[in-house]
């Protein structure tokens, strides 16, 4: 006997969820719909089946093939236009002429006795048999009433309450004899309880209602939906559900990794290779799909989980359904029965109230408050630069997917031919993502010079001395293990300035990429005596007089500065005493208490050791935190004060270039010293092209990076690192010394949540308020808009009004003579912002 599923529907009711995908392949319990269908099927002997197909046929097709994988004989029948469902089994009548079939909703979840069904039909020799259920609420469904035989009556499709008459409702399960097809019109829209079956019964047909006592749930909205993954998981419905069970009603598949100190409060479903950390709370009737991710401090409760879905730390989710390969980061809370799409971000913090629907592919943005459905509306997709390159979790935003796309845009701004230098931290993330980036360049027609695991000032110099067009490095993202920072710099071996990532952006989005033909395929090279180059050029423009025997002690923490170190104080003659000097790829970054912990560390080894110094490397060797004489660890702020002033006083005359948020202090010391100060943009790049200017002979950012602009324009903590060393031992001072004698600052910094819509607003009203104060007779005033608005007063206090480029939020710095004036200044203009925003 064989079977026709009827698998063509649209399912609009259940959309987002149904907007790219249709109904048969919504998931239940991790299966497909029409998997367990066609499970049924075979467990009652059917195993020759014909698929009617029309909404998006193909992704029907694509899932099952030729049903070999079921043990079943799939064959497909599809409609040009919507047939009815009548029509659809029509279409398929050539296959179906041999013997009665069956007819199945290929989207309708049931496990009724389709064998005790086919008996029944066969016993009462019956043209159709329809099969019937009781339901509590007929409204949505086609009623029929049977006599005491079981003979049908009467139909009525979708009544009102006013015209309801039985509880008996058609399951659209069938059993009929080939002869039926001869009552349907080909080519036409066709339905069997509108058109055929009221015809057949006018006509004294023997057409049979089965009245069935299994379980039949029509998922047809969300409600329904939610329903039949609660009953599976329930036990009230007869599925295959795979995995063991781990504890009364607690299902997780063979595969999956789940925390010991997971909470698990079945019934619930964790599927194949999901991923349940330590912390996480899942609660009854979750279901979690395939490939999911479960981070610490999540919550779950009646929620679905497609495939492929990430769900970050403290995530809230409760009675929501949230689409396959869809992000829900840090802090973000779904509520009851909202719908979230396929492909969707949902950026940290956002809240997404009860009932909403966001349809695929849309951004809610961090911290927002979503009372609406999001249909066509979207942020799209954020700015692909962010203030450390290009940015993500691993394996989540950061894929070997994407740095292959964002290679080969790269490439394909660059000619064919030229070169570009590669590096990677010594993490095991940057190590693979690396080698997609490398495929993808040497495809697109781009040589490469690959550093391996370097430094990332050591990539930067290759990068602006091999001729090279220029460089993508790899890093473990400061502070976050899972996530990922990717730096492409330019021939400078700075990074890309702003037109230049417009470029690229343009080129990545439209995935208009150049490939190399057979012959043009690149080459992959690895330059040879990489640090020694590094070493010997940095010493030879930096000047290192009197260090010899000098006492300092150097923590590398574990990263790539550690392959260079050796080398560089090996020729120097300095008394050194170096710590976490190795390549920690377990631990390629720190968190905040790590940080903490090995400057304490330092601290102590400094002080008892009587070194000049301390100085403690970031992991790429870019930044350096610095502790004095004493084991005192000095904040980034005044290390910036305290290695200018020592800059200053030596050479006397030059410039400094200083971001715009820098303390005005740095302009008393490079006044008294007789040098200027060249205020930038916060962008490193901004910071990067003022280094490289006439007369420059220091810049910083204020954040650990320090510039030897008689070196190189670019950020470089081993570079700063030697020059602070000739300093220290040419000055007759120490730096708790010269630390004393720079003035205190009164700096303030806030930061005000802004929607990204806002933020044109909250400027604009923040120009506003800064022109009516200069144009004030009572106070004199000059606004600056270097980067953001600065309002500096003649008193010399200062605000800085500055909207983050990555982030839904506007910065503010005040300074002022004493800090009851900086706060009053900065409370004020937060006020503006705050208000502006709305």
């Known amino acids: 006997m064989k079977a026709v599923v009827m698998a063509g529907g649209e399912g609009t009711r259940l959309r987002p969820m149904t907007a790219n995908q249709p109904k048969p392949l919504l998931p239940v319990a991790n299966r497909p719909i029409m998997e367990h269908v066609l499970r049924l099927l075979k467990r009652h002997g059917v195993t020759e089946t014909v698929v009617t197909l029309q909404f998006l046929a193909a992704l029907v097709r694509n899932y099952f093939g030729d049903g070999d994988e079921l043990g079943m004989s799939l064959q497909y029948a599809t409609e040009d236009v919507p047939l009815g469902t009548a029509g659809s089994v029509k279409n398929a009548a050539d296959r179906l002429r041999d013997d009665r079939f069956l007819v199945i909703s290929g989207d309708a979840l049931t496990d009724i006795d389709l064998s005790d069904m086919i008996r029944f039909h066969r016993e009462n020799g019956a043209l159709v048999t329809i099969g019937l259920k009781r339901v509590p609420n007929p409204l949505e469904f086609g009623i029929i009433i049977v006599d005491d035989e079981g003979r049908v009556q009467r139909f009525l499709e979708k009544p009102t309450w006013g015209q309801v008459f039985s509880d008996t409702v058609n399951t659209g399960i069938y059993v009929m004899e080939p002869e039926v097809l001869d009552a349907v019109a080909t080519g036409e829209p066709v339905d069997w309880s509108s058109d055929v079956f009221p015809a057949l019964l006018e006509r004294g047909a023997a057409i049979y209602g089965y009245v069935a006592d299994g379980y039949w749930e029509d998922v047809g909205t969300h409600d329904s939906y939610l329903k039949a993954q609660a009953d599976a998981l329930s036990g009230k419905v007869e599925l295959d559900i795979g995995g063991f069970e781990l504890s009364p009603g607690v299902w997780v598949a063979d595969s999956a990794s789940v925390d010991p100190d997971a909470v698990l409060k079945g019934p619930l479903l964790i599927g194949d290779y999901a991923k349940v950390e330590a912390g996480a709370e899942l609660r009854e009737y979750t279901v979690l799909g395939n490939n999911a991710v479960v981070r610490e401090g999540a919550f779950l409760h009646r929620a679905v989980v497609h495939d492929n879905v990430y769900l970050g730390p403290g995530a809230h989710l409760r009675g929501c359904v949230i689409g396959k390969s869809t992000d829900v980061m840090a802090g973000a809370r779904i509520e009851e029965n909202a719908i979230i799409g396929d492909e969707c971000v949902i950026e940290a913090e956002a809240y997404v109230s009860s009932g909403v629907k966001v349809y695929p592919f849309k951004t809610i943005e961090a911290g927002a408050v979503v009372n609406t459905s999001v249909i066509w509306e979207s942020r799209g997709q954020r700015n692909l630069f962010g203030p450390r390159g290009v940015s993500g979790l691993v394996n989540v935003e950061i894929t070997a997917e994407l740095c292959v796309r964002l290679a080969s845009a790269y490439a394909t701004t660059l000619r064919k031919g030229e070169y570009v230098v590669t590096s990677r931290d010594c993490s095991l993330a940057a190590r693979a993502l690396k080698r997609a980036v490398i495929g ?135 008394e050194v005493l170096t710590v976490n000097a190795r390549l920690d790829d377990v631990s390629p970054t720190e968190t905040l208490a790590e940080r903490r912990r090995d400057l304490q560390r330092l601290s102590e080894l400094v002080s008892s050791s009587r070194a000049a110094f301390g100085v403690r490397f970031d992991p790429v060797g870019e930044r350096i935190a610095l502790v004095d004489e004493k084991g005192q660890l000095i904040s980034e702020e005044r290390a910036l004060l305290v290695v200018l002033d020592l800059v200053a006083a030596e050479r006397r005359g030059g410039q400094v270039a200083l971001p715009v948020t820098t303390t005005r202090v740095a302009e008393q010391v490079c006044r008294f010293h007789g040098v200027q100060v060249q205020w930038t943009s916060t962008a490193q ?31 470089d903590g081993l ?55 200069a144009s004030s007779a009572e106070q004199g005033q000059r606004i600056d808009t270097t980067d953001g608005v600065r309002v500096t007063r003649d008193d010399g206090s200062w605000v800085l009004v500055l909207p983050a480029a990555a982030e839904p939020v506007t910065d503010l710095w005040a300074e002022a003579a004493d800090m009851d004036g900086a706060q009053a200044l900065i409370e004020r203009w937060a006020r503006i912002v705050e208000q502006a925003a709305g």
């Open 440 to 574: 993808a360049l040497t495809a697109g027609a781009i040589n490469v010079l690959d550093l391996e695991a370097a430094p990332l000032p050591v990539t930067r110099f290759h990068t602006a001395r091999e001729s090279a067009a220029g460089g993508i490095a790899l890093r473990t993202t400061p502070g976050d293990p899972q996530s990922v920072d990717i730096v492409i710099m330019d021939d400078r071996g700075a990074d890309l300035p702003p037109a230049a990532q417009r470029k690229l952006e343009r080129v990545f989005s439209r995935q208009e990429f150049r490939r190399a033909f057979p012959g043009e395929i690149a080459e992959l090279a690895y330059p040879s005596r990489v640090f020694e180059s590094y070493t010997h050029e940095l010493l030879r423009n930096v000047g290192v007089e009197g260090v010899r025997d000098m006492k300092v002690v150097v923590d590398c923490a574990g990263g790539t500065s550690s392959l260079v170190l050796p080398t560089l104080l090996g020729r120097l003659g300095v």
């Open 685 to 715: 790049d901004a910071l990067t092209s003022a280094a490289a200017g006439p007369d420059m002979i220091f810049a910083a950012d204020g954040r650990g990076g320090f510039v030897v602009p008689e070196f190189s324009p670019a950020i």
């Open 719 to 773: 570079a700063a690192f030697i020059r602070l060393l000739g300093l220290v031992a040419r000055t007759r001072l120490s730096l708790s010394q010269i630390d004393a004698r720079i003035p205190e600052v009164k700096l303030l910094k806030r930061t005000v949540p802004t929607p990204w819509a806002a933020k044109g607003a909250v400027m604009r009203s923040v120009i506003e308020a800064a022109e009516a104060e």
